[in-house]
């Protein structure tokens, strides 16, 4: 049965016969982290959304000493190649089939430049992922506002979604609402919010907005959903 588990702020554990993955594996300074960077021995791939600071996080550390792959976008996946890192570049609107199933990348309106010492690097366009797990499909929107293009994830039968609903750099509980029935996901885990003054939300407020949309399931650092 395919998993996933929260780990603070848009971080999340996702996994499911032959996948062990991480999404944006901001570990270290996570105020939220129910886990470090260090317990994560055995990981297969990580998706990076895009190239922000609590997003990026960990990637290097656990990539390194895992061996696991890193998706993204051609932008970071050439900066982090130059670190040693094995990468698997994409594109919004490309869909490849790994041996765990097929992964889309999909729009989000945000930035992703990447800090890198004193510099900022181009990190491309931020986006979002609709992974194939056992048959079952989970989509990470990235951070993100309320887009048009999520219409068209209605005709991908999503099972679980792991939407924003801080606001200020991403979705609120309203527009998160408002992409819940726009999407029509069986279950929609909400994050993003609460990590730092800027983006408190109320998640029970979330839930009342999506009504009977989609099952909400407000999820505490280490808590999973099995889908």
Same mark, same amino acid.
């Given at each position: =049965?395919? #998993?996933?588990? %929260?780990?603070?702020?848009?971080?999340? $554990?996702? !996994?499911?016969?032959?996948? &062990? !993955?991480?999404?944006?594996?901001?570990?270290?300074?996570? +105020?939220?982290?129910?886990?470090?960077?260090?317990?994560?021995?055995?990981?297969?791939?990580?998706? /990076?959304?895009?190239?922000?600071?609590?997003?990026?996080?960990?990637?290097?550390?656990?990539?390194?000493?895992? !061996?696991?792959?890193?998706?993204?976008? $051609?932008?970071?996946?050439?900066?982090?190649?130059?670190?040693? /890192? &094995?990468?698997? +570049? =994409?594109?919004?609107?490309?869909?490849?089939?790994?041996? %765990?199933?097929?992964?889309? =990348?999909?729009?989000?309106?945000? !930035?992703?430049?990447?800090?890198?010492?004193?510099?900022?690097? $181009?990190?491309?366009?931020?986006?979002? %992922?609709?992974?194939?797990?056992?048959? #079952? #499909?989970? $989509?990470?929107?990235?951070?993100?506002? /309320?887009? &048009?293009? =999520?219409?068209?994830?209605?005709?991908?039968?999503?099972?679980?979604?792991?939407?924003?609903?801080?606001?200020?750099?991403?979705?609120?509980?309203?527009?998160?609402?408002?992409?819940?029935?726009?999407?029509?996901?069986?279950?929609?885990? +909400?994050?993003?919010?609460?990590?730092?003054?800027?983006?408190?939300?109320?998640?029970?407020?979330?839930?009342?907005?999506?009504?009977?949309?989609?099952?909400?399931?407000?999820?505490? +650092?280490?808590?999973?959903?099995?889908?």
């Amino acid at each position: =049965m395919a #998993k996933v588990r %929260f780990l603070g702020h848009a971080a999340f $554990y996702v !996994g499911g016969e032959g996948l &062990k !993955g991480l999404i944006d594996p901001f570990l270290t300074g996570n +105020p939220q982290a129910s886990q470090g960077a260090e317990s994560f021995t055995e990981i297969d791939v990580i998706f /990076l959304t895009h190239g922000h600071d609590d997003h990026l996080g960990d990637t290097v550390q656990i990539a390194k000493r895992t !061996g696991a792959t890193v998706v993204a976008n $051609y932008e970071i996946c050439h900066h982090l190649a130059k670190k040693g /890192l &094995k990468c698997h +570049p =994409m594109q919004i609107g490309g869909r490849w089939t790994f041996p %765990f199933g097929t992964v889309k =990348m999909t729009a989000a309106l945000h !930035g992703s430049a990447i800090l890198d010492g004193n510099q900022v690097v $181009y990190g491309g366009l931020a986006g979002g %992922f609709l992974i194939e797990i056992e048959g #079952k #499909k989970v $989509y990470h929107s990235g951070d993100t506002g /309320l887009t &048009k293009e =999520m219409e068209l994830l209605a005709e991908e039968a999503i099972d679980v979604a792991l939407l924003p609903i801080g606001g200020n750099f991403v979705m609120d509980e309203e527009d998160a609402a408002r992409a819940v029935r726009m999407i029509g996901p069986e279950a929609v885990v +909400p994050m993003h919010y609460d990590t730092f003054d800027l983006i408190r939300a109320d998640a029970d407020r979330f839930a009342r907005l999506v009504g009977t949309a989609s099952r909400v399931v407000p999820l505490r +650092p280490g808590q999973e959903l099995l889908f």
